[in-house]
């Protein structure tokens, strides 16, 4: 007789066998013993959880000869079928081979046909996430209304690629990872049944490296007994499924220290499974997350909570964060780099290692807002804050300023004003409307001759009332800031957030770059020629364009609604001929509808 692997010779055969999942076996007990038993319901859950194990119990517990029971009896005819996989009333299908119209409309046809010797005719549809789109609504008819001797049970580890309409059609059962402890027990019990004499803590740590999974449990112990035989320890099962919770543990060590040349060595010794490696560092810094924030006796906490809770305690909790944001985008990114998995993992734990943490926004902000203190400082701007009271008669004194010299007195008060409006000379350099009082600034001139003004002594005494204003004449040149301080263009303000989005998403920083802005009120329309598939990936992160809205709300000074388009080459907008053109769109907030170009 051929080997039968461990994890088809314990497969549970009962409700009671199930190891894990008592809600939904109760569940589904509770509806046969009620006779609330469904036309369809759809299993999901993560790998080795024991969805179609469920559906193919729950099909014998329907069809036994004492039933529908929910403790089949395991002798009868139907039950045996069952048992053997060769029950002709109980159809599994393979929706990733199986998933066209052609095959639906084939079982649209079987499903009306009466049971050959069962109760129900039972269909399993495992992986039912792989069917097409125009298979699921070929389907819809039927799932909704079937015969009454038909039950569906599908089974998927997507849930969210099922449509909507056939979820609405099913009772949907959501299976847990499995718990470490009742995988050890369940291990324990194989262990004994098999004779085989462990070392003391070999079936927690296999426990605890098939995160959550009873068949990746029993997977890797088959794996261990062939290469240790009836006696393993826990070395062998280094040797076997590489460095699991402690090399994990060791590596998190090595990037707090930042000994790069060790986490290289360590990587290199997964490879070929990077993938368990980034899993299973991403699950030891949750826990070490949720030991900080939870305590080290939380249940939340997988593994060794006082270490973790150490570890975190010394690290931190920002830094922790920034790792696990930063191996999440990783994992993410391998899927699309297929035999660079190795290098990705690499690049990222070097740059992980680095000993500085990220600046967050509000420090950025923070610094933005000095420099642009001391910016204003330099060219005589105003600093940003609260506009300065315009004097009410400004104006007037900006108009009368060329008769200031005319009235320049002999006397010493007269000889003191007189440099005043040499103090805003920087201002002109700022905007252009000054230029229109170009001559105030040779005021000194009659300075050098006192004799033109002294046939008229009188004068002073009847223009010594407007002394005072010349101070505030001045200042219309200061007060001619809003111009400087209005609101940023699209492309200005685009570029400021651009720089405070590239300190923590370089990537969507970069693919923006690339885009053409637009606004149109509250809306920020960023136009790409090309958008492949990891661009799209990238757009379709929520954290990372709640990033980007964040950093546009800080600049703007208000909220955004940011879409980023494709555009078409055909339709595509003339770029602009000169900045000054490309300013004028911005100011006005228009698009250029042609560019004609004059021959030479």
Request: hydrophobic share 40%; proline share 9%; aromatic share 4%.
């Amino acid at each position: 007789m051929s080997y039968l692997v461990l994890a088809r010779k314990y497969r549970p055969r009962t409700f009671a066998d199930m190891v894990g999942q008592e809600a939904i076996t109760r569940l589904l007990a509770g509806a046969i013993g009620e006779n609330r038993i469904g036309h369809a319901y759809l299993f999901s859950g993560p790998r080795g959880t024991g969805k179609t194990t469920t559906a193919r119990i729950f099909a014998k517990a329907l069809n036994c000869e004492q039933g529908p029971t929910p403790e089949p009896c395991g002798t009868c005819a139907r039950c045996v079928a069952c048992d053997a996989g060769n029950e002709l009333d109980v159809i599994e299908i393979d929706a990733a081979s199986n998933n066209g119209v052609d095959h639906v409309r084939s079982l649209r046809e079987q499903v009306s046909y009466a049971p050959a010797a069962a109760r129900f005719k039972v269909y399993i549809i495992d992986e039912v996430h792989m069917m097409s789109k125009g298979a699921f609504n070929a389907l819809l008819k039927t799932l909704e209304e079937p015969p009454a001797h038909v039950k569906f049970l599908f089974a998927t580890t997507e849930l969210h690629k099922v449509p909507d309409t056939i979820l609405s059609r099913c009772q949907v059962l959501r299976l847990s990872p499995i718990k470490p402890e009742h995988i050890t027990r369940r291990l324990d019990q194989v262990f004994e049944a098999e004779a085989i004499r462990a070392e003391a803590g070999v079936t927690s740590e296999i426990a605890a490296r098939s995160r959550g999974g009873m068949r990746d449990a029993l997977s890797l112990a088959d794996q261990l007994i062939a290469m240790a035989g009836d006696a393993p320890t826990l070395a062998d099962i280094d040797r076997v499924g590489g460095g699991g919770p402690a090399g994990q543990m060791a590596l998190l060590e090595h990037l707090a220290s930042g000994a790069r040349g060790a986490l290289l060595e360590r990587v290199a010794e997964q490879a070929g499974r990077e993938g368990e490696l980034v899993d299973g560092l991403l699950g030891a810094l949750r826990s070490a997350i949720v030991a900080l924030h939870c305590g080290a006796g939380s249940p939340l906490v997988e593994g060794d909570g006082e270490a973790l809770a150490r570890f975190a305690e010394g690290v931190g909790a920002a830094r922790l964060e920034w790792w696990l944001g930063e191996l999440l985008r990783t994992k993410d990114r391998m899927r699309f780099a297929p035999g660079l998995e190795g290098i990705l993992v690499e690049s990222t734990l070097l740059d992980l290692a680095r000993p500085e943490e990220p600046a967050d926004f509000g420090e950025l902000l923070e610094r933005l807002t000095a420099l642009e203190a001391r910016l204003g400082a330099a060219t005589g701007a105003a600093p940003p804050g609260p506009a300065p009271a315009r004097p009410v008669g400004a104006d007037r004194g900006a108009a009368s300023v060329p008769t200031a010299p005319a009235a320049a007195p002999t006397s010493a008060a007269a000889s003191s004003a007189a440099p005043a409006p040499v103090r805003p000379q920087p201002q002109p350099a700022a905007s252009p409307e000054p230029a229109a009082q170009a001559p105030r600034p040779v005021a000194p001139a009659p300075a050098k001759s006192p004799a033109t003004p002294a046939p008229a002594p009188p004068a002073p005494a009847a223009r010594a009332e407007p002394e005072p204003e010349t101070e505030p004449a001045a200042e219309p040149e200061h007060v001619l800031e809003p111009a400087a301080r209005r609101p940023p263009s699209p492309s200005e303000g685009f570029a400021a957030a651009l720089a405070l989005v590239e300190n923590q998403r370089p990537s969507l920083a970069a693919l923006l770059r690339r885009g053409r802005v637009t606004r149109e009120g509250d809306r920020l329309t960023v136009a790409l020629i090309e958008i492949d598939a990891e661009d799209r990936h990238l757009l379709d992160d929520t954290r990372s364009m709640g990033v980007a809205r964040s950093a546009l709300e800080q600049v703007f000074g208000e909220r955004l609604d940011l879409v980023v388009v494709q555009a078409d080459r055909r339709g595509e907008e003339p770029e602009p001929t000169d900045g000054f053109t490309a300013e004028v769109v911005d100011l006005f907030g228009g698009r250029i509808e042609d560019v004609r170009r004059s021959r030479p």
